[in-house]
Each structure stands twice: as C-alpha cells, then as structure tokens.
C-alpha cells in the first residue's frame, strides 16, 4: 500500500488534470484532494470533519496551491512546517501566483519546490509527471 498524495487544489480543471498526469504515469499513491486551505489543515491534523482521523498514514507528499479560499496556501505551509508530525512531508507549492512576494514566502516557510502551473494542456501534464517521478521515484522521503 503507497501512502497518499494530498493534492490542495480548489480549480476544478487543474484538480482533474493533476489526477489525470499521475494515472496516466502509473503513480500508484492514492491521492486526496482538499479544495481549500482549511480542508487540508482539518484533513492533516484530524480536526473538524476529519476529526478522529488523525492516525492515519501520512502523505508522502503535499501538492499545495497558494492561491485557496477560507486559508491560503502560505498559510496552510506555515501550519504544516509548525507542527512536529507534518514538518518534514515535502511540500511542492503547485501555483500560477507569479507574485515573488509568494515565492520568496514559500522557500522562507520550508517550501521544497515551487512551481508555477503551465497554461498549456500537455506542458501541465509533463510538469506533474515530472513531479510525480521526483518526489515519489527518486527521493528519499523521512520515515514517520
């Protein structure tokens, strides 16, 4: 059983075309979505609708839009880099901010990548299955 990939995606066509690119790439992770900031947080710390969820495995990677509505994504990264259980999940911030004030925050809160989405079809589908090949293949993740 692989552990899951948390995908925090609240676009619709970028949420389909995440799952898409990594099924057709054979990445055999399950993968959650959260459609915003909270939901992830609720869904990682087993608050809310999640509540007694909390033991569950841990993602082996969090794909994280910066851009979410009811808690943004720098936000949702501070949360994760501050809590003990969640701080060494990589965290590849998946976004079409161009705001450098974002990217400089990402990196500054312990982002491990970041990237901008591609506008186009097929260069989107190569960024995730390159995504999904380095940090489910060819990284060596921490061991919770």
């Known amino acids: ?19 898409r690119a990594f099924n057709k ?3 055999q992770n399950p993968i959650t979505v959260a459609r915003d900031g909270q939901e992830a947080i609720d ?6 609708a999640h509540a007694g969820n909390e033991n569950r495995d841990r993602p ?10 009811k808690l943004n994504g720098i936000e949702v990264l501070r949360q ?10 990589p965290v590849v911030m998946l976004t079409t901010s161009k705001e450098e004030d974002d990217l400089v925050k ?11 989405k591609p506008v186009d079809f097929m ?14 293949m060819l990284n060596e993740p921490v061991q919770n």
């Open 60 to 69: 082996v990677l969090i794909l994280l839009d910066i851009k979410l509505p």
């Open 1 to 19: 059983m692989h552990a899951p990939i948390l995908l925090v995606e609240d676009n619709p066509d970028d949420e389909a075309l995440t799952i």
């Open 80 to 89: 994760i880099r501050a809590n003990e259980a969640t701080r060494l999940i």
């Open 25 to 27: 790439n054979s990445i």
């Open 123 to 136: 260069q989107f589908m190569e960024v995730v299955k390159q995504v999904g090949i380095y940090w489910l």
């Open 106 to 116: 990402s990196y500054s809160l312990g982002a491990n990548s970041y990237i901008r």
């Open 43 to 48: 869904w990682l710390f087993g608050l809310g």
